[in-house]
């Protein structure tokens, strides 16, 4: 167990449908991240948001969104799903966001599937 | 902007032999970190080690050591007495102190051979 919890493990929705996934950064860790991975794709960053803001943002699509709440969780909301959006999603945590980096603790991912 | 290039989509090692993976790197940023993940068939992310660019001494953690060589932009992994445990997506990855953005490479699957 990382310490970084992602809900749910596996989803299953239609095209133009909206689903949201959920993360629970490792207890201390101010910032969490988004990843996409795809199979043809490798792991390509979505978002960063540290302590509730938005720090740094990726080749996220406009139908997506994020929010990191006080608790410091934070929800990736997917709308208007494509059959091209299904992929594993991760999320990571860190406890640093400024000026040097430790890493990133992964989630074991939510596994997206659009039909 | 940051870049990862791993040329080696597919390795494959006997058991007990050392296999290295290669990866290089561009960045403009001037303080940056690198590190290598494995991915397992579990699909969880496993950090397996990190390098500071400051440094020139390439780290070492147990097993697994790299070979960084700043000037050239590269950041190889070597595994030694490679183990059945060994078996995963390896991704090489870069994170700049300017970009807050960890970048990955497309990674490299390493098959070993009992």
């Known amino acids: 167990d990382s310490g970084v919890t992602q809900t749910p493990k596996h989803l299953i929705t239609a095209t133009g449908q909206r689903v949201t996934l959920r993360c629970s950064p490792r207890s201390g860790d101010l910032s969490v991240y988004w990843y996409q991975q795809s199979l043809d794709q490798g792991l390509q960053f979505l978002i960063q948001?540290?302590?509730?803001?938005?720090?740094a943002k990726g080749n996220i699509l406009e139908r997506f969104s994020a929010q990191q709440f006080p608790d410091l969780h934070s929800e990736l909301n997917l709308s208007s799903l494509e059959l091209g959006d299904s992929a594993l999603y991760f999320c990571?945590?860190?406890?640093?966001?400024?000026?040097?980096?430790?890493?990133?603790?992964f989630g074991s991912g939510t596994r997206l599937t659009v039909v | 902007a940051q870049t990862v290039t791993q040329s080696q989509p597919e390795m494959s090692v006997q058991e007990a032999e050392t296999v290295t993976l290669s990866c290089t790197y561009d960045t403009s940023e001037s303080d940056y970190y690198l590190f290598w993940y494995k991915q397992p068939p579990s699909r969880q992310m496993i950090l397996v080690i990190r390098?500071?660019?400051?440094?020139?001494q390439n780290a070492t953690e147990n097993r697994f050591s790299v070979n960084f060589q700043k000037a050239a932009k590269s950041f190889s992994l070597k595994i030694s007495d490679s183990q059945l445990g060994d078996a995963a997506m390896y991704f090489c990855?870069?994170?700049?102190?300017?970009?807050?953005?960890?970048?990955f490479g497309k990674g490299t699957k390493l098959s070993v051979i009992p």
């Open positions: 390098q500071e660019a400051y440094k020139q």
């Open positions: 990855a870069n994170w700049g102190a300017g970009s807050y953005q960890l970048t």
């Open positions: 948001y540290y302590n509730g803001e938005e720090r």
């Open positions: 990571a945590s860190s406890s640093w966001t400024g000026e040097r980096s430790y890493g990133y603790t």
